[in-house]
């Protein structure tokens, strides 16, 4: 599934997870902020594997 995503879309997750984490964080719910942290380590080594991130170093990615 994560294969058909596009380098944009993954970092768009990887930031969504990461604000999740911050909330759930923030209320002690450990439980799902160790889920948000397996899910954004999921994603984040699916863009390690990618041989090109055509998005990491555009104007939005850069944002992002």
């Known amino acids: 599934m994560m294969q058909e995503k ?8 990887y930031a969504f ?10 209320f002690l719910e450990w439980d799902l ?13 699916e863009l390690a594997q990618r041989p090109v991130d055509e998005f990491r170093d555009t104007a939005e990615g850069i944002k992002l």
Do not use: G, Y
């Open 33 to 45: 902020f160790e889920d948000l942290e397996r899910q954004r380590e999921l994603v984040q080594a």
């Open 17 to 26: 997870l990461t604000k999740e984490m911050k909330k759930f964080i923030s």
């Open 6 to 13: 596009t380098c944009r879309q993954l970092w768009h997750d």
